[in-house]
């Protein structure tokens, strides 16, 4: 079992910028790859990027690319996303969700197992 503890959302003007941790504990030297994902009411959730284990390989969605950056540090168990130029689109739930499958950075729900509470992110225009 994994735990996860999502911090840094809040509210921010578009423009601004925000910088979201993710804490993992337990079985943390079981994760593989690491994903971050975002959830408005009503809708399912998106993918918003993920990262390797080691930080060498990245993938962002569409839509925050150039915009996000994701990175972690495995000596803290921690990953992190970098938000600038945040538009009230970006107005979300944040979830972080680890990998233990060693095969590529997955890119939807299931590829994950385990979720955190999430931490609301508030983008006013």
């Known amino acids: 079992q994994v735990q996860l503890v999502e911090s840094g959302g809040g509210l921010v003007q578009a423009g601004g910028s925000l910088r979201l941790s993710c804490v993992a504990s337990g079985r943390a030297l079981s994760i593989n790859a690491m994903g971050w994902f975002r959830q408005t009411p009503g809708k399912a959730r998106e993918f918003v990027t993920a990262?390797?284990?080691?930080?060498?390989?990245?993938y962002y969605a569409d839509s925050v690319k150039g915009r996000f950056t994701i990175s972690r540090d495995n000596a803290k168990n921690t990953v992190y996303l970098q938000m600038n130029s945040l538009t009230p689109e970006d107005t979300a739930v944040y979830y972080c969700a680890p990998r233990s499958s060693p095969y590529g950075l997955g890119s939807v729900e299931t590829d994950y197992d385990y979720w955190g509470q999430g931490t609301q992110v508030t983008v006013s225009s």
């Open positions: 990262i390797d284990r080691n930080g060498g390989r990245t």
